[in-house]
């Protein structure tokens, strides 16, 4: 299993940025996917992107244009979001899929005031 921890969350005024980070145990390289995934209040948890090993990226429509990722090339994950909408409110948790695990992060709190 892979170790994941994140940090970066907080609160941002509707329009604003802030950049979530995900420390693996180990190199990103080695996941066969890896990326956030979001869980509003009452709301299902649900995937916001996922970056897999060949390198393509398959973000949630309603976030597109506005977050991307990025990384250290060694063991970190960023998650860039931008022009934050109070909808985009919710726990953020990084995941990561290696072998036949899944491996989840303890996640970070994002609020957007409007």
């Known amino acids: 299993q892979v170790q994941l921890v994140e940090s970066g969350g907080g609160l941002v005024q509707a329009g604003g940025s802030l950049r979530l980070s995900c420390a693996a145990s180990?190199?990103?390289?080695?996941?066969?996917?890896m990326g956030w995934y979001r869980q509003a209040p009452g709301k299902q948890r649900e995937l916001v992107v996922v970056?897999?090993?060949?390198?393509?990226l398959d973000f949630q429509d309603s976030v597109k244009g506005r977050f991307t990722i990025s990384s250290d090339n060694k063991n970190t994950m960023y998650l860039q979001m931008n022009s934050l909408r109070p909808e985009d409110t919710a726990v953020y948790y990084c995941?990561?899929?290696?072998?036949?695990?899944?491996?989840w992060g303890q996640g970070t709190q994002v609020t957007v005031s409007s």
């Open positions: 180990r190199t990103i390289f080695d996941m066969n996917a």
């Open positions: 970056r897999r090993s060949g390198g393509s």
């Open positions: 995941y990561a899929y290696l072998g036949y695990s899944v491996s």
